[in-house]
């Protein structure tokens, strides 16, 4: 009897410890060791860092410990014989970048990088081992693990230009970033709607363009406005008519980021290993900078004012003049940026630039008749080519939307292709690098349920849709795949206008957009991703994220 009731109790202390083990991303390769004691953590346990240059990965560890567990430990260059977690790097554990090696021990926790990344990257493993409540000391399970990515790109996107977040939550955001073992921020600073990064020779865009007067009510077109008749563009894009009135909320909505507070916030993302990518946007999603300067519009007489609706509406949308005192202007911003961002990666928009402007405009037709441009398509090619040669002599690469195709390609540029996957077929095709972010498969502004909880996007994207994408197109051959850097997530902030908002369109399934940029394809399960995640919940409700209480329900829909 006492046999049965030991190996009972041994049976039910296997299935606790690998309970415990359920990682997102899911590594490379993972062991539990149930047979084996795990380490716990106390008051007198210490972070022990090989050199001062691991010291941001044991801060990171240590923070998360303090703030949701009410843990710190010291953090010291002296190893004690047992009861510290060691942090080091070895060069020579792997051939793939910013691979680690994690064993945990009943003495101790080793940690192992071949790259600072890579012990960083560790940590965000260690943190999942931990337990999802408060407790004297904090029991991990025995395990050994060996990772490293399969994209060298993972990214997420946040728009704040439709609403504006300030600085303790983008870096709240980053820290989401972090957790999830992406290393790349994509800052959308500029759009119709607000203009949100401080530019010194130009004072008037944050003056002028950071403030808008309204936003439309209800989901686009806006409460009120069901009886417009819309113009359909190409690529869905609607227009309306001159004369229709669109009814806002009147409540001013506006900020932006100081160069001061922006090189704060890049450190602290470099800190945790992620570069911030600064979006430009040009010739089109333009209207904040000409309410501010409308000399350089189509139109220069006309008064702009910064957007108050969603989408591409003819009343207010316009596009940059393409002349030289334009690009003089565009220059100066983008090398005030530049000068900013240590970024190698520049993003400079590029799409849903109405040809309509550009049309009508008897400068620009003017333009294109001098320089022997064909059409509006033409056009397009030009302004993002010469936009291109001039971010290039400043040691820069431009990153643009996948219409930077239109007209052709400019020469060293990286697509991101965002209408489906055509663009980056074509641009991995030509040997230029791809990062994909398909609106159907990526946009986590899009609703998560068929009846949301709140307003998003009238589009349907669940968790199991982004879970199952795979970033690397079948018709590409092997040499060709190489070009796919990596994935990213978008998330538009037209129906999103606080903190909890962004949480909840957030989670789960930027879980799930993490285990397709890092995990190996051939490891993916999703019904395995579920169980996964059911501890992440626990994790969602320690930190206090906000996120749909139906993912708890058997079914969620």
């Known amino acids: 009897m006492k046999r049965i009731v030991l190996t009972a109790l041994t049976s039910l202390m296997c299935v606790y410890a690998v309970a415990q083990v359920n990682i997102i991303p899911k590594p490379v390769f993972l062991k539990a060791q149930p047979q084996q004691k795990g380490f716990s953590i106390n ?27 009410q843990f710190k430990l010291t953090i010291t260059s002296v190893k004690p014989t047992e009861n510290y977690i060691s942090l080091g790097v070895n060069t020579g554990i792997s051939k793939f970048a910013d691979a680690y090696e994690l064993g ?74 972090a957790m999830r073992k992406m290393n790349y921020f994509h800052w959308h600073l500029t759009d119709d709607h607000g203009w949100r990064i401080e530019i010194k020779k130009y004072p008037k865009l944050t003056e002028i363009g950071a403030w808008r007067n309204g936003s439309i009510i209800g989901l686009w077109p806006g409460k009120g406005n069901e009886n417009i008749k819309y113009q359909v563009l190409p690529n869905d ?37 992620i570069t911030i990518i600064p979006e430009i946007e040009m010739p089109a999603h333009s209207m904040a900078a000409l309410a501010a300067y409308p000399e350089f519009g189509t139109e220069p007489n006309k008064p702009y004012k910064v957007a108050e609706t969603w989408g591409m509406m003819n009343k207010y949308n316009n596009v940059f003049q393409p002349n030289d005192k334009t690009f003089s202007f565009l220059e100066d911003v983008l090398t005030e940026v530049m000068n900013l961002f240590p970024s190698k990666y520049i993003h400079i928009g590029g799409d849903e630039a ?21 059409d509006e398509v033409a056009l397009q090619s030009y302004f993002i080519h010469r936009i291109e040669k001039f971010v290039n ?23 991101m292709s965002w209408r489906g996957e055509k663009g980056g077929i074509a641009a991995a095709k030509v040997k230029q690098k791809v990062v994909m972010s398909p609106e159907e498969k990526l946009y986590l502004n899009h609703k998560q349920f068929m009846k949301e909880d709140s307003l998003a996007a009238n589009k349907f994207l669940p968790l199991e849709t982004v879970y199952n994408y795979e970033p690397v197109p079948a018709e590409l051959n092997a040499e060709q795949a190489k070009y796919i850097w990596g994935a990213q997530g978008n998330l538009w902030s037209e129906y999103i206008a606080n903190p909890a908002k962004v949480e909840y369109m957030l989670f789960p399934r930027m879980d799930a957009l993490s ?19 059911k501890t992440q919940f626990k994790r969602y ?10 993912y708890l329900s058997p079914v969620a829909n």
């Not at 990965?57 to 567990?69: G, I, R």
């Not at 109405?354 to 064909?374: C, N, P, Y």
């Not at 993916?524 to 169980?531: P, V």
């Open 237 to 273: 894009v609607k227009i309306t008519p001159a004369n229709a009135e669109i009814k806002t909320d009147g409540i001013r909505h506006g900020g932006y980021y100081t160069q001061e507070e922006i090189k704060d916030v890049i450190k602290y993302a470099a800190d945790r290993y």
């Open 104 to 177: 945990v021990f009943a003495q101790n926790i080793s940690l192992t990088g071949n790259s600072n990344p890579g012990v960083f990257y560790g940590i965000q493993t260690l943190i999942q081992l931990l337990p999802t409540t408060k407790a004297a000391t904090l029991n991990i399970p025995a395990v050994a693990v060996t990772d490293y990515p399969r994209f060298a790109y993972r990214g997420m996107h946040l728009d704040v230009s439709r609403h504006f977040f300030d600085v303790a939550f983008v870096k709240k955001y980053i820290d989401y970033l």
């Open 354 to 374: 109405s040809k309509v402007w550009w049309k009508q405009s008897a400068e620009t037709q003017k333009i294109m008749k001098e320089k022997g441009i064909k």
């Open 393 to 415: 002599s400043k040691g820069k690469t431009i990153i643009g939307w996948d219409e930077i195709l239109d007209g052709g390609l400019a020469p060293n540029a990286v697509v």
């Open 541 to 550: 409700d320690l930190m206090g994220i906000t996120y749909s209480q139906r």
């Open 43 to 69: 008051t007198q346990t210490k972070i022990v860092i090989g050199n001062d240059s691991l010291r941001n990965a044991a801060v990171f560890f240590n923070d998360y410990l303090e703030k949701y567990l």
């Open 515 to 533: 285990e397709i940029q890092w995990s190996q394809k051939e490891q993916k399960n999703y019904a395995d991703f579920l169980k996964r995640l």
